[in-house]
DNA sequence: GTCTATATAGAGATAGAC
DNA sequence: GTCTATCTCTATATAGAC
């Protein structure tokens, strides 16, 4: 990727702290400093904090799509591709012990503050919602049953990075990506018996 | 109850507004408003913040002990019991669509902030942990088996709460607290058939 | 126990020189 | 595009009168 802009740096540090500090506790002076620049030259990039919000998000979002992007390219069936998104779990392992689901905790952060980028937020929620849901459209699941699919997996998986994050335990962690992987087995085998 | 005591009214509103709004960003100054005293008399009852983060956690590992203790007296067996537990998701779920889970929302809040009391707050989901967990004794699950059911439903549970609040969707909720149902049926199925 | 007044630090945000 | 200097507001926290 080589040089990236002021602008871009912001974006990546604030990114970056937000999820791992929290949005409320970040202060402007810690990403500047952090990206090394003075904070009169900050506020020439971004003039609110919302602002910087709305970009960390906007980016999250591109970064998402891009991901599953890769994955629809890397896993040749829905369910291996399933099985990618659950496997963020494994991947990301240290830091969702350390800082819980980046997705999650930013939504539930911002809702608690009532904050207006809430539903932005949670529309990163939704990339993978309706990703996960057209993956259970391709078995021929009905609209309703793959979208309760989809929450289904999204719920398991926010669950697992919350108490991961409480209990800092990665055998429970495996174990539950076992226990989705077998319980996606089960859905689809009940498909073919109807 | 009758009459509370200016520092139980503190804790009680403290304990409100670290849910509704989050720790870091809930003030003395919001805290002290609320109770309707002044910030001055705030500090005679708690010196820090800590402080009164401390007294909220204590109170809500107290109120949650009593609640496990009435449990055990309204369910005659632990299935029941356990389903209660789950069904703390559709009693409260005007506050879980709006607040997300309270256990879980201040954990991963202060998690985050690297904050001290971080253990303490955690401590209140192994309460919820080992309760759970003794209930599946009961049905004479192996020690390990049994606390592996127990994160299992603690995990659920919270998923639901973290996609309740996302999506503001009830139906979820309904769905999968019966699913959480179906599951324990099978789970203890499975140990009659060993 | 409760109040007012105040100290101090840090936040978000702006102005203007270079 | 980057800096220093500054404004304003709010936060935690303290002192001391009643």
């Not at 990546?12 to 409320?24: K, N, P, T, V």
């Not at 620049?37 to 900050?42: K, L, M, P, T, V």
């Not at 659950?86 to 809702?111: A, M, W």
């Amino acid at each position: 990727m080589g040089k990236l802009s002021t602008r871009e740096k912001i974006i990546e540090i604030a990114d970056q702290l937000f999820y791992e500090q929290g949005y409320e506790f970040t202060s402007f002076a810690h990403i500047a400093e952090k990206v090394g620049i003075s904070r009169g030259n900050f506020y020439h990039h971004f003039k609110t904090k919302d602002d910087i919000l709305e970009a960390v998000i906007q980016k999250r979002l591109v970064d998402r799509e891009a991901l599953l992007s890769n994955w629809e390219k890397d896993a040749k069936t829905p369910k291996e591709r399933i099985l990618l998104y659950t496997r963020i779990l494994i991947f990301n392992q240290d830091k969702i012990l350390q800082f819980g689901c980046p997705v999650g905790t930013l939504t539930s952060e911002l809702s608690k503050l009532d904050h207006p980028m809430t539903d932005q937020a949670g529309s990163i929620m939704t990339l993978f919602r309706e990703w996960l849901k057209s993956q259970f459209l391709q078995y021929g699941f009905q609209e309703s049953e793959a979208d309760d699919h989809a929450l289904h997996v999204l719920a398991w998986s926010q669950g697992v990075a919350t108490l991961a994050n409480t209990f800092k335990d990665t055998e429970f962690v495996n174990r539950e990506v076992a226990g989705i992987s077998q319980w996606l087995d089960e859905a689809l085998l009940s498909l073919s018996t109807q």
